[in-house]
């Protein structure tokens, strides 16, 4: 595909991705750029339409939410910590639980492969699980169908729950002030650098955190003060919601309905242990349960730092929940294999 090609589908996805939020907007959906540019990208890509979010374009995009939710950090609101590491701890527990049971469920239900079953159930980190179901012989198009589904599902339904139920109140928890120029050229300079180190590394959601570190420091330090403007992360976040829908451009609709049982059947039993965990922190800590749903629902992890945003919820609890989340599965899931491949001998 030529230069021009790229530009003319990016161009073409990106006002599709507006379309579905105007739509949303109008209807009163809530998180309308992200929820609404969701959907109709997948729309466009199961009728065969060529969307597509390019790798630069998503990293520019996850910086840009991770800055915005490091604006959000103060001292006052790092008090808090205290109590992340018993949520934190009863998020891997119930990630735990909703694994094995949704393996159970696609081997003994669905007839999958323990392998297949394994990565198809890992509840995130999608690129990192696809590599090993290459290494394994798993069957990449069901791992990669099923983990799609479970994040546009949550990337829609989420909102919607949270909002209408939990009543989350949408207001602006991010500083009321829109930071100067140079302040944004420092901290995109530093949260490109510090996401190439966290690259190299290997660290998990490497371009976000990179961004929500560098601006955190920013501003705790009062040096980097306010936030980015509006105009610049509603269009993250239509890029973010782009980014979900294209993951389901070029994908046989035969495929994806043979698959679409399993993946809801996934997703359901990985919000119930979600739900559980919520529960338990909620009765041990106090936390609100709206902002405990979106940092246990095992979406992408961009994603749901967006939608802590876009309800007035904390986003650094959430995407530090999330991040661990991802951290965890770094070392679960090799593990997991490891003994698939001891039992197989």
Known sequence: MTAIETARSI???????????GLFWLIGFPAAPLTGSAAAVSVAGLLGLHVVIPVWLRNTCFIALGINIG???????????????LSLAIMAVALLV???????????????????????STPGHLSFVLSIALAKGANTSVVGMI??????????????????IFGATGLQVLPSE?????????????????????????????????GMIFSA???????????????LITAAFLMMGALIGS?????????????????????????VCAAFGVGLAFAVLGISPALLIVAFAPGGV???????????????????????RLAILSVLVPVLMVRLSAGDR
């Open 11 to 21: 161009a073409f996805t990106a006002v599709v991705a507006a379309l579905g939020a």
């Open 71 to 85: 604006t959000g950090v103060s001292r006052e609101a790092l008090a808090g910590i205290a109590t992340w590491p």
């Open 98 to 120: 909703a694994l094995i049971a949704s393996r159970n469920m696609m081997e003994r239900g669905f007839g999958y492969d323990r392998t297949t079953a394994t990565l198809a």
């Open 147 to 164: 983990q799609s589904i479970r994040v546009l599902f949550l990337t829609l339904a989420l909102p919607l729950l949270v909002e209408r």
């Open 178 to 210: 829109i930071m100067g120029v140079q302040a944004g050229f420092i901290l995109i300079a530093g949260a490109l650098v510090l996401s190439v180190i966290f690259t190299r590394l290997k660290m998990p959601a490497a371009f976000l955190l990179g």
């Open 217 to 231: 420091v920013g501003h705790v330090a009062g040096l980097t003060p306010g936030r980015l403007p509006d105009p």
């Open 247 to 271: 993951r389901f451009s070029g994908q046989d609709v035969g495929a994806l309905r043979k698959v679409l049982v399993a993946g809801c059947a996934v997703t359901a039993i990985t919000m």
């Open 302 to 324: 961009e994603a749901m730092a967006a939608i802590a945003v876009q309800l007035g919820l904390d986003p650094t609890f959430v995407a530090t929940h999330h991040v661990i």
